[in-house]
C-alpha cells in the first residue's frame, strides 16, 4: 500500500468539507468507512473533521481497530467517555483517533460533534439504517443540522489507485485459478450446489476470505435466469451451464462469467454464444477515458440487435467493482459517467431465453490512459464438458 493511503483520503474529504458547507462527515457505512480508516469490523462510525478524524466502535474491536487504523489509540482516561475533547487526544493529527463505545455509539458520537462546535454534520443517507438517523437527529442540539451527502465518496472509489489495482488483479487471478482446477472435476450428473461449493472452496484455498456474492451456478433452461441460486439440479447431457463468480481478496472484489456445454452444443447455442462473445469483446474495444458508462452499454446492445437477441438482455452491461462487487458507475443506458484510468469495471452482456437457457460472458476491465486492459485471465471459450 502507499504510504498510509487512509489518511491521505481522509484529508482529501476533509479539505473539501469547507466547499461543502460542512463541519464535518459522518461515515457509518463500511466499505466507505474501510477505504477512509482500513477498518474492517461490523461495528464503527467515522467522523472526518477539519485536522481530525474519530474512529467510534465497541469493544469487542479495540485491538482490531488500533492495529488496522494505523493510529495510536487515543489513551485519555476520559477518551472513551463524553468527556473526552480533542486536546486530550494525542494522535498526530494525520491518524485516526480509535474511541472505544460502550453502548450505543450514536450517543458519543452526538457528544463529540457537539465539543467540537460542529454544526453541520454531512451523512450518507442511502448507506444509514433509519434507527441511526432517528437516534442522531432526535438529539440534535437546536442550532445544528445533518446534512444529506450523495455519493462523495463512492464517487472517489471509482478512480483505484495502484495499490487498489494489485490488489483487484490479485482477487481476479485467484478466481480464474479457483475457476480453472474446478472445470478438470465437472462432469455430467454433478450438481449446481456442489459445483458452486467446490468453486468457493478453491478460490478460499487459493487466498480468497470469501465469494463476492453467492456464487451462481444454473444449469439447463435454469441458465435464463440470470441470478440463479444453485440448487440440487443435476447437469444434464445437451445443458448449458452459466458459472458467475468472484472473489473477495483483502477486501477487493472480482467478478467473471463463464459458460459449459455438457455435450457438444447445438447449432442455435453456437450461435447465441458467438453474439454474447461478439457483444462482449464490442463493448471492451469501446473502453475508454471519455466514453460514458451509457455508451459502452449501447455499443454491447446494438450488437444483440444484429442477431435479435436485444430482446433477450434483460440487465445492464456491467457495473464498478472495488471494495463492493457492485459499485459505481453502472454501464447502463442512464448513467452518464464518464470512464476515467483507474476504473475498475465489468463487462458482461447477457442473453435469456425462457424454457431454453441463457448465455452471460463476463471479464473484469481495467480502464487505462489508452483504452482498457482485460484483467480476466481466462479463456473465453465454451467449455464442453
Ligand atoms: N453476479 C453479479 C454480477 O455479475 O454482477
Ligand atoms: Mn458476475
Ligand atoms: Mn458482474
Known amino acids: 500500500m502507499e504510504n498510509n493511503p487512509f489518511a491521505e483520503r481522509r484529508a482529501r474529504v476533509a479539505a473539501a468539507l469547507a466547499a461543502r458547507k460542512l463541519d464535518a462527515l459522518l461515515v457509518a457505512f463500511s466499505p466507505n468507512l474501510r477505504y477512509l480508516s482500513g477498518f474492517t469490523g461490523s461495528n464503527a462510525s467515522l467522523l472526518i473533521l477539519p485536522g481530525q478524524s474519530i474512529l467510534f466502535t465497541d469493544p469487542r474491536y479495540q485491538i482490531q481497530a488500533a492495529q488496522e487504523c494505523t493510529s495510536e489509540e487515543c489513551t485519555s482516561e476520559e477518551c472513551t467517555s463524553e468527556e473526552c475533547t480533542s486536546e486530550e487526544c494525542t494522535s498526530e493529527e494525520s491518524s485516526c483517533k480509535v474511541r472505544i463505545v460502550k453502548g450505543p455509539l450514536v450517543l458519543d458520537v452526538l457528544a463529540t460533534l457537539q465539543k467540537l462546535g460542529a454544526l453541520r454534520t454531512g451523512y450518507e443517507p442511502a448507506r444509514m439504517t433509519c434507527d441511526f438517523y432517528d437516534a442522531l437527529k432526535s438529539r440534535l442540539p437546536l ?33 480464474s485459478r479457483a475457476f480453472e482446477q474446478t472445470l478438470r472435476r465437472v462432469k455430467a450428473g454433478m450438481k449446481e450446489s456442489d459445483l458452486a461449493a467446490e468453486l468457493e472452496y478453491r ?13 451462481i451456478v444454473a444449469t439447463g433452461v435454469r441458465s435464463a435466469l440470470p441470478h440463479a441460486q444453485p440448487t440440487h439440479a443435476r447437469l444434464a447431457a445437451g445443458d448449458l451451464v452459466v458459472i458467475d463468480m468472484g472473489a473477495f481478496e483483502n477486501g477487493y472484489a472480482s467478478d467473471m462469467t463463464r459458460m459449459l456445454s455438457v455435450g457438444p452444443p447445438s447449432a442455435k447455442v453456437k ?34 440487435k444484429g442477431y435479435g437477441l436485444d430482446k433477450a438482455f434483460t440487465h445492464s452491461t456491467g457495473h464498478g467493482l472495488g471494495l463492493e462487487i457492485h459499485e459505481p458507475p453502472r454501464l447502463g443506458k442512464r448513467d452518464l459517467t464518464r470512464l476515467q484510468p483507474g476504473m475498475a469495471i465489468t463487462i458482461e452482456p447477457g442473453v435469456y431465453v425462457e424454457g431454453f437457457g441463457g448465455i452471460r460472458i463476463e471479464d473484469t476491465v481495467l480502464v487505462t490512459a489508452s483504452g482498457c486492459e482485460i484483467l480476466t485471465p481466462t479463456p473465453k471459450d465454451l467449455f464442453v464438458v
Open 143 to 175: 442550532r445544528a443540522s445533518l446534512e444529506p451527502v450523495h455519493g462523495w465518496i463512492e464517487e472517489l472509489r471509482t478512480i483505484k489507485s495502484e495499490a487498489e489495482i494489485a490488489l483487484i488483479r490479485q482477487s481476479v487471478a485467484t478466481n
Open 203 to 215: 478460490m478460499r484455498r487459493l487466498g480468497a476470505e470469501k465469494p463476492a456474492f453467492e456464487t
Open 271 to 304: 450461435r447465441m454464444y458467438r453474439a454474447v462473445l461478439e457483444a462482449q469483446l464490442a463493448g471492451i474495444d469501446a473502453v475508454r477515458p471519455g466514453i460514458t458508462a451509457a455508451r459502452i452499454d449501447t455499443v454491447t446492445r446494438k450488437v444483440l
